[in-house]
Nanobody, 127 residues
Framework: QVQLVESGGGLVQAGGSLRLSCTTS????????MGWFRQAPGKEREFVAA????????PYADSVKGRFTISRDNAKNTLYLQMNSLRPGDTAVYYC????????????????????WGQGTQVTVSS
């Protein structure tokens, strides 16, 4: 089993920055693909960004390209999401997710591609 715990959310003004962290425990996740998703009020959960277990593949949703950066520190078993130039439309609960990656040639960008999920952290961007 893998436990994921997100942190770093909060209230920020438009144009500001936040860095989310996802710490993991239970198993090393160095060979796991990992991703960030978000869910705004009244909307379905959507893909934000992902990173392959090797770190070599990092797909992003079009809405965050150029503003958000996903990274991982396998030595610390931690996933990050650096969010810059935040907009009110980025307001959501942000979730991290993980799935074993050695048998998967591509990093998933759909919810169903992930096995383990955190509880989420709230990000609120005021205008």
């Amino acid at each position: 089993q893998v436990q994921l715990v997100e942190s770093g959310g909060g209230l920020v003004q438009a144009g500001g920055s936040l860095r989310l962290s996802c710490t993991t425990s239970g198993r090393t996740v160095s060979t796991f693909h990992m991703g960030w998703f978000r869910q705004a009020p009244g909307k379905e959960r959507e893909f934000v960004a992902a990173v392959s277990w090797s770190g070599g593949n990092t797909p992003y949703a079009d809405s965050v390209k150029g503003r958000f950066t996903i990274s991982r520190d396998n030595a610390k078993n931690t996933l990050y999401l650096q969010m810059n130039s935040l907009r009110p439309g980025d307001t959501a609960v942000y979730y991290c997710a993980a799935v074993p990656g050695l048998s998967r040639t591509t990093v998933p960008i759909a919810e169903r591609g992930y096995t383990y999920w955190g509880q989420g952290t709230q990000v609120t961007v005021s205008s």
